[in-house]
């Protein structure tokens, strides 16, 4: 159902782009374009199951075609906005004013006619990014994750950085990070050892003793202790994995 792209997302971190476009000579220039300015991106091809691939990989935006296949994508736009928080962008050979107000009403961040030069396209997903696309921020004002003064925490993913309220940046190494950056889109949301095994170690579990992954979450989990209190981030859950909950306020004082 999911067809990658030559530039499409390695698995470690979510996409910055999902691109629903069943145009492979299009699809083709658009992501080598966007590759080649620093942004990731992975193809559908198809409307099925839309809302649950985009839940499941978590992109930044979905930057998706009006018409797929025949099918008007505006039908899916209520029920893709009430499962994805991040932004939504249409892609159009549709000139119809109409049709870009109804998407915008339907919960679309930007509207674009495909023959904008993918210069323009490219910065228009920025914008849409910068103002919409949900990160440890965001979750963590859900979560009560800022200080007194309203700072909140943050990670850099472009600089594989953590930093807390108070702008300290908390030292991780480079597979604590991934797997920190894995768990942060999918708050709230179960994930298996399985998944985390597959996307963070590129591997399967050798057997009932490898507790491999275990390991490295304890590692995270001791690498915040010190900027969480009591709070705990990752929770385990008995026969399935992990969740992670977000970020919490800094550690009580002594």
């Not at 374009?33 to 990731?40: A, I, K, R």
């Not at 108070?166 to 190494?173: D, I, N």
Request: aromatic residues 6%.
């Amino acid at each position: 159902m999911i067809s990658l792209a030559s530039d499409s997302h390695t698995g470690v971190f979510p996409p910055d782009v999902l691109l629903v476009e069943d145009e492979d000579s299009y699809a083709d220039e658009l992501g080598e374009y966007l590759q080649n300015h620093g942004m990731t991106s992975t193809r559908m091809s198809r409307l099925d199951h839309l809302c649950e691939e985009v839940q499941q990989i978590a992109p930044r935006v979905v930057l998706l075609d009006q018409f797929v296949h025949g099918t008007d994508a505006l039908v899916l736009l209520p029920q893709l906005r009430a499962a994805f928080a991040g932004g939504i962008v249409l892609l159009t050979g549709n000139r119809d004013q109409t049709d870009r107000v109804v998407g915008l009403e339907l919960g679309a961040d930007d509207f674009i006619v495909k023959t904008q030069p993918p210069r323009e396209i490219l910065a228009r997903l920025r914008a849409v990014i910068r103002r919409s696309t949900p990160t440890l921020a965001a979750e963590g004002a859900a979560t009560g994750a800022s200080g007194e003064d309203g700072a909140r925490w943050r990670i850099d993913l472009e600089r594989r950085a953590l930093y807390t309220p108070a702008g300290e940046q908390v030292h991780l190494t480079s597979t604590e990070f991934e797997l920190l950056g894995y768990l942060s889109p999918r708050i709230g949301r179960p994930v298996s050892r399985a998944d985390l095994y597959t996307a963070i170690l590129r591997r399967p579990p050798t057997g009932p003793d490898d507790r491999a992954i275990d390991n490295l979450v304890s590692r995270l989990r001791a690498a915040l202790a010190p900027f969480m209190g009591r709070h705990n981030p990752i929770r385990s859950m008995r026969g399935v994995g992990y969740v992670f909950v977000g970020l919490d306020v800094a550690p009580d004082p002594a």
